[in-house]
């Protein structure tokens, strides 16, 4: 009998609140810099290009001179123009296809998935660089309309290759379900900015490596 291969530790992947001016740029290098983090997602609504670009500039800076990947959530074209190391596509924004025309073979893509093996699977089969379960509890960040269970991470653990973001009111007080069942990253957001940042990040790590 094989020993089975250890797994990569669980890494958090923080996305922005939707407020991302003002003094955001240092609470972003603060939460870095109490890190590990492993990506940061770039995700504001209802602005142009334009004014999208000038709020993510300084941020992407920041990701870049601490090598923290900077995916921008929904917009391929926002991405290419920023020359983001990735994007994030929901059900509805654009192919796994197109986003690799527009922005390169080494460009990390992930998709939502919600709870569905099938969108997991096709995602994979299209070239995907992760899938995005959730939501996995009640949260505020987003109007929860799929909540996704342990057994999903499980299943996509025992049988596929493309790490797995578990995504939805996650929390450094109830993650660790999570960090067992497979979730190779911890997409976060309200419980690292609704409150002290390095505090959370730190909370965070702590629970992670609590688990490994």
């Known amino acids: 009998m094989t020993d089975e291969i250890p797994r990569e530790p669980t890494q958090l992947y923080l996305i922005s609140p939707l407020d991302v001016g003002g003094a955001f740029p240092d609470r972003l290098a603060r939460a870095l810099d109490a890190g590990p983090i492993a990506a ?58 197109e986003a690799r025309d527009a922005l390169g073979r080494d460009a990390q893509i992930g998709v939502t998935c919600h709870d569905s093996r099938h969108f997991a699977m096709e995602a994979g089969e299209a070239g995907a660089d992760y899938v995005a379960f959730g939501a996995f509890f009640p949260t505020t960040t987003k109007e929860t309309k799929h909540v996704a269970g342990l057994d999903l991470l499980e299943w996509w653990q025992g049988i596929f290759e493309i790490p797995c973001v578990a995504i ?18 911890l997409a976060v957001s309200g419980a690292v900015w609704n409150g002290d940042e390095e505090a959370a990040v730190r909370a965070f790590n702590a629970a992670i490596k609590a688990e490994f």
């Open 40 to 97: 940061f997602q770039f995700r504001v609504k209802d602005i142009d290009q334009h004014e999208a670009a000038r709020l993510a500039e300084p941020l992407l800076r920041v990701c870049s001179d601490r090598e923290v990947a900077f995916i921008v959530n929904d917009s391929i074209g926002l991405a290419k123009r920023l020359g983001a190391d990735g994007v994030h596509l929901g059900q509805d924004d654009g192919s796994i296809e």
């Open 168 to 185: 939805g009111g996650i929390t450094p007080d109830n993650c660790a379900p999570l960090v067992r069942a497979g979730a190779d990253f």
